[in-house]
């Protein structure tokens, strides 16, 4: 199933001013300098979550702006970084200068009801521009608020928690214990369940810093025929998203060959999106094509990640393979490939990513033929509870150009779906769409055969 966006704004919106919520209480004038994991160059954008929120007879009288508008103030006493703004140092040292200004907020109206928006909760949100307004000079890396968040009511008491934040300053994981501090503070607590921790030292470059692994994800690439980039327009792709329900998935995993062994529902999907990506683009066979998983180090041995730190403590380590190998083994090839990637993830890989970093002046990700996934189904948006119970989705809101999200939710018969929105040109989508389908037509499943890899 696939679900497009093309609707315009079929009800109204009423915003008040955009205003600054500061710290409820004083706190520290400093600067703070960000990991060298945090400040890397393909970090320095935005990322956007939302959550959908039915009404709550015993929360009747209780108005979701204003608790979550005080609530936020609180937990801002103890991540007051997020209050200040970013500064750049040598070498493009991102730090935070704590000046208490604040993150924005947007109190809103929305002249519809939960049940009005149906599958428009979902990733790709077609209304996520007026549900998280673009307030002007509000989305620059340096000199910016850190955050914005937009809380807008639904005419049927339900509402609409929506927020943007800079991806240096924190990951999913990080974004999740500031939300639970302010559900926290939201529900009468004194302070957060669990203490913020600092601590971006502990993601630094060595001294001296020394690169001792090959890093696929960051690698220069001089000369390609870029087929990929090519043909990605950012002003003219259609934006989709694809459902993996219990259906689908036993579609693909019924084409794998037995002597895989064991994979995860998110190896199997992200490799056949990757795929049938590929595919669709219909890239020379001779083009070198990757795969970037967002990998959390939190709750892996040896990594030493407190449960309190909530930087960017992920890795990024990508699949690598000619796309004729790709498109033309058959899809455990993928899963192979992305499986190698994770179990050679290590702390040794990560430090050599921030030594990587002060070396070569914090480069972005490779472009050309990279295809970026993270894993959102686990990430805890969906259990962020201000006081009006659980979100019907929470999540992830939209892809951007060469980088995706798997997200879920539980559909009308209580299972649990799988979505992967993706951009694409309309001509590729087309293809993609083709592929794809026909990659979750139910199959028997496959006994041994010889794989390539």
Known sequence: MALSVSSPLPFAIKRREPEFIRPANPTPREVKKLSDIDDQEGLRFHFSVVMFYPSNPLMKEKDPVKVIKEALGKALVYYYPFAGRLIEGDNRKLKVECTGEGVLFIEADADTTLENLGDAILPMCPYLEELQYDVPGSGGILGSPLILIQVTRLRCGGFIFSLRANHTMCDAPGMIKFLNAICNMAQGLSRPSLLPIWQRELL???????????????????????????????????????????????????????????CTTFEVLVACVWRCRTIAFA????????????????????????????GNAF??????????????????????????????????????????????????????????????????????????????????????????????????????????????????????????NRMTEEVKPVGNIKSML
């Open 204 to 262: 630094n470059a060595r001294n001296p810093p020394r690169i001792t692994h090959m890093h696929y994800e960051y690698e220069e690439v001089i000369s390609t025929k870029d087929t990929l980039l090519m043909a990605m327009d950012k002003n003219n792709l259609v934006h989709t998203s694809f459902f993996f329900g219990p259906k689908e998935i036993k579609a693909l995993r019924n084409k794998l060959l037995t002597s895989l062994g064991d």
């Open 315 to 436: 890795a990024c380590p990508a699949s690598i393979t000619k796309a004729g190998m790709l498109c033309t083994n058959p899809l455990e090839y993928a899963i192979r490939l992305l499986k190698k990637a994770k179990m050679e993830m290590s702390i040794e890989d990560v430090k050599s990513v921030a030594d990587l970093m002060v070396i070569k002046g914090r480069p972005s990700f490779t472009q050309p033929g990279n295809y970026f996934v993270s894993d959102l189904r686990r990430a805890g948006f969906e259990e962020i509870d201000f006081g009006w119970g659980k979100p019907v989705y929470g999540g992830g809101a939209k892809a951007i150009f060469n980088m995706s999200f798997c997200g879920q939710f539980k559909n009308s018969k209580g299972e649990e779906v799988n979505v992967i929105p993706i951009c694409l040109p309309p001509s590729v989508m087309e293809r993609f769409e083709h592929e794809l």
């Open 283 to 310: 890239v020379d066979p001779d083009e070198v094509v990757r795969l970037s998983c967002f990998i959390n180090m939190r709750g892996k041995h040896g990594f030493g990640v407190p449960p309190g730190y909530y």
